[in-house]
């Protein structure tokens, strides 16, 4: 009786596996795409964090972190914050940029480097000589073409 009870919980176990790694496997491909979607939306939703947080904000951050809030002709309301504030990120976005370009740079593939001309001249004899210049042009012509559509023949 125990044998057949733990047969069962075996299968059971078995069965409930199998269904998660279909699982996983039907949202392996949507982890995949959500994570490739948020590396190519990063650098917006930083910025558009970085805008609500100054949005939400903006009153403290006029009080006590603007540099014209001395000058109230110039309604800064705290503008001067948020500019620095986005060039900061932009400029950590260019520093995680500048390694990835240096390596790019040190990883130069010589096959796609066009090969340096010769010194040396070459001179073409024989039949490259007497060749005419759309010889090419000439091979391509087909004058063994079928003059007559063929027709089957009707009942």
């Known amino acids: ?4 009870k733990s047969t069962t919980i075996r299968y059971f176990l078995i069965g409930q596996y199998a269904l998660l790694c279909v699982g996983l496997f039907l949202m392996k491909r949507q982890l995949l795409s959500s994570i490739l979607l948020l590396a190519l939306l990063n650098p917006l939703v930083l910025k558009v964090g970085v805008l609500m947080y100054w949005k939400y904000n903006q ?6 972190l603007c540099e014209n809030k001395s000058k109230p002709q110039l309604k800064c309301n705290g503008k001067c914050q948020l500019k ?8 950590d976005k260019e520093s995680e940029k500048a390694p990835l370009v240096q390596v790019f740079k040190l990883l130069k593939i010589d096959q796609f480097i066009p090969a340096r001309k010769t010194a040396i001249p070459v001179q073409f004899t024989g039949a490259f000589q007497t060749a005419s210049p759309n010889a090419y042009v000439e091979t391509l012509y087909c004058v063994n073409f079928i003059k007559n559509i063929f027709h089957p023949p009707q009942v």
């Open 84 to 91: 620095k504030q986005l060039q900061q990120v932009s400029e």
């Open 59 to 64: 009153r403290v951050i006029t009080q006590t």
């Open 1 to 4: 009786m125990n044998s057949e």
